[in-house]
């Protein structure tokens, strides 16, 4: 079993940056195959925004977050991070972290979330 537990999310305006992070607690580099960041603002459904492959480090982003987010990982302290610049005010939701097992489909486990608010 994994836990995951975000932090790192706040209050900005339009343009600055933030940094989330994701802790991983458990079996990590035996079981995990990737970790993911999703949001769900207000009203809408939740959303993909950035997976990394665990071993490979290889990352996948959303189109509306390309050039301005950047997912890293470091394996050692089992943890996972989301660089956030240029922030705007649609980017505010709730951000959860999720990992991925190994030949699994789906994302097997999440966390509780952190939200992250931008002003405009």
């Known amino acids: 079993h994994v836990q995951l537990v975000e932090s790192g999310g706040g209050l900005v305006q339009a343009g600055d940056s933030l940094r989330l992070s994701c802790a991983a607690s458990?079996?990590?580099?035996?079981?995990?195959?990737?970790l993911g960041w999703f949001r769900q603002a207000p009203g809408k459904e939740r959303e993909f925004v950035a997976r990394?492959?665990?071993?490979?480090?290889?990352?996948n982003y959303a189109d509306f977050v390309k050039g301005r987010f950047t997912i890293s990982r470091d394996n050692a302290n089992s943890t996972m991070f989301l660089q956030m610049s240029g922030m705007k005010h649609e980017d505010t939701a709730v951000y959860y972290c999720a990992a991925q097992r190994l030949r699994s489909i789906r994302y097997d486990y999440w966390g509780m979330g952190t939200q992250v608010t931008v002003s405009s």
């Open positions: 990394i492959n665990w071993n490979s480090g290889i990352p």
């Open positions: 458990g079996r990590t580099s035996s079981s995990i195959e990737a």
